[in-house]
């Protein structure tokens, strides 16, 4: 897919604020400073379409932005920082919890893993939550520059193997890398694909 246009819309923490539009909507969501706002860039070819910073945890908002004009990328906040309250998690996790059981035009999800890391906690009962539900995802592992070319299919079977503890069959992945472009065709290509479907 190309990128015509990419540009905001809208932020909030209310679901029944984003936008009316019925257009099928893909969201991106993971542990803070998992590179989920370099991967938005990235994939829009923007410089700061997302903001990206070394601070973790400052994207608490459901943040909607409009691609080609046919379909919305959501940017979601990132969980699991500590030093973000628990009352204020507690309220992250609710209206999160609120925009995937009620966002009816939610066609992906797509759950960022840094691809350094041993699966973590946080990240598989996120993914269970989605199962449970119902909601469809993908993964993608980022930051796929930062290992070596042996590591980075250990740690992919690592996590494999960890996900069939829980699941039948495994989602589909992708590989990415923002700094090399690494895995921007074959998302776009999956999220054309679905738009199509
Ligand atoms: P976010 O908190 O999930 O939005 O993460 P950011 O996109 O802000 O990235 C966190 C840090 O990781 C920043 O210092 C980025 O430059 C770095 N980073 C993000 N993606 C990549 C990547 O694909 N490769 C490398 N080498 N660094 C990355």
Not at 35 to 63: C, E, F, R, V, Y
Not at 154 to 165: A, P, R, S, T
């Amino acid at each position: 897919m190309k990128i015509k246009s990419a540009e905001f819309v809208i932020s909030n923490t209310d679901v029944f604020k984003c936008p009316k539009e019925n257009l099928p909507e893909y969201a991106f969501i993971g542990r803070s400073n998992v590179g989920k706002s370099s991967l938005i860039n990235m994939l829009t070819n923007h410089k700061s379409l997302a903001k990206t910073s070394g601070k973790p945890g400052k994207t608490q908002l459901i943040n909607h932005f409009i691609i080609n004009k046919n379909w919305f990328l959501v940017d979601l906040p990132g969980y699991g920082y500590a030093s973000v309250s628990k009352d204020k998690r507690k309220t992250f996790q609710k209206f999160i919890k609120d925009y995937f059981n009620k966002r009816m035009q939610l066609a992906c999800t797509f759950v960022l893993i840094d691809s350094r890391h041993a699966p973590q906690k946080i990240d598989l009962e996120f993914m269970e939550f989605l199962g449970i539900n119902g909601i469809p995802f993908c993964i993608v592992f980022t930051k796929a520059d930062k290992l070596n070319k042996s590591t980075l299919p250990k740690n992919i079977e690592i996590y494999k193997k960890e996900l069939l503890e829980y699941w039948e069959e495994l989602p589909t992945y992708f590989i990415s890398s923002s700094t090399d472009k690494t895995g921007r065709e074959e998302i776009l290509d999956f999220i054309q694909n679905v738009n199509d479907s």
